[in-house]
C-alpha cells in the first residue's frame, strides 16, 4: 500500500473523527478532527502529486473570519517527510519534545 506509513502515523493521532475520501481521482484525501489540539486536518496527495496538509482551528465558528485566517498550509516532497511531520506535530509522542 503506496500511504501505509501515513496510515500508521494516523493510527497514533487521539482524533474523534476520521473520514477518509481517498477514490481514484483524490488518492489520498483524510480528514480528522483532533479536539486535544484544536485542528481539523487534511492530509492529501493533491491531482496525484503535491502531498500536502492543512490544518484550521475549531475553537472558532466555522463561518468566522478567525476561522479561515487560521488556516496553515504545510507541502512535502515525499512521503516520508509527510509522515515525520504527522508524527511530530499531531501525536502525543511528538508533542512531548
Known amino acids: 500500500m503506496k500511504y501505509q506509513s501515513i496510515y500508521k502515523a494516523i493510527q497514533k493521532i487521539n482524533y474523534t473523527y476520521l ?6 481521482a483524490h488518492d489520498l484525501w483524510l ?10 486536518i487534511w492530509i492529501t496527495n493533491e491531482f496525484n ?9 475549531l475553537d472558532y465558528n466555522v463561518d468566522s ?12 516532497k ?16 511528538g508533542s512531548e519534545k
Open 31 to 40: 480528514i480528522l478532527e483532533v479536539p486535544s489540539l484544536h485542528k481539523r
Open 65 to 76: 473570519r478567525e476561522y479561515h485566517e487560521s488556516y496553515k498550509h504545510y507541502q512535502f
Open 78 to 93: 515525499d512521503i516520508k517527510q509527510m509522515r515525520d511531520f504527522i508524527i511530530q506535530n499531531f501525536t502525543e509522542k
Open 19 to 24: 473520514n477518509d475520501c481517498s477514490d481514484q
Open 49 to 57: 502529486h503535491r502531498l500536502k496538509i492543512a490544518t484550521v482551528n
